[in-house]
């Protein structure tokens, strides 16, 4: 097992909790008013919110595996379709990234060439940054008594059969 092994599951969590959210927001109907409401210690509305996700896990990506992601540099997402379709890019091009060695030393300049940070932890930020912010926008839906969805990793782990009920054991 190599480093990119131990690297699927937690970017494919991210992905996937990232797309139910965008998923389970859709499905609710909401409002024009609860649209633009915001919590208390969010980034923004649930839309800009979601946008920051997937705009900032598409400018660490992109940075990082050198390829384009042409949504990073457009405007604002305004709708559920687009971050969705925008989330899905970025989870093919995290796969493609996976797929070849993965130099977690190697060094990326970036604040304007002031600064020099390693890949591994763009990797580290794009998981902890979408953690973050997807909890905000449960924040939001619970103020509104909406109940959100389970997105920890255990619930990724049924959905993609990452993990299953072992056969009862006979007694002993």
């Known amino acids: 097992m190599g480093l990119n092994d131990l690297l699927y599951d937690p970017i494919r969590h991210n992905n996937w909790a990232t797309r139910s959210l965008i998923g389970f927001c859709r499905q609710q109907d909401l ?6 409401a915001t919590g208390v210690g969010t980034f923004g509305t649930i839309i800009e919110t979601l946008d920051h996700i997937v705009r900032c896990d598409g400018s660490y990506l992109r940075r990082i595996a050198d390829s384009p992601l042409d949504y990073v540099d457009a405007d604002a997402a305004e709708d559920f379709d687009t971050l969705e379709r925008w ?14 060695p993965i130099d977690v030393e190697r060094v990326m300049i ?3 060439n002031t600064r020099g940070t390693r ?9 902890n940054h979408a ?3 997807r909890e905000q926008v449960c924040a939001i839906l619970t103020g509104f008594g909406i109940e959100p969805p389970d997105i920890q990793a255990w619930e990724y782990a049924w959905e993609s059969e990452r993990i299953w009920d072992l056969p009862d054991q006979p007694a002993s």
């Open 87 to 100: 989330n899905d890019e970025a989870g093919e091009l995290w796969e493609k990234f996976l797929a070849a």
């Open 119 to 127: 890949v591994g932890i763009f990797i580290a930020q794009a998981i």
């Open 131 to 133: 953690n973050h912010h």
């Open 110 to 112: 970036v604040d304007n």
């Open 31 to 36: 409002t024009a008013e609860q649209l633009q």
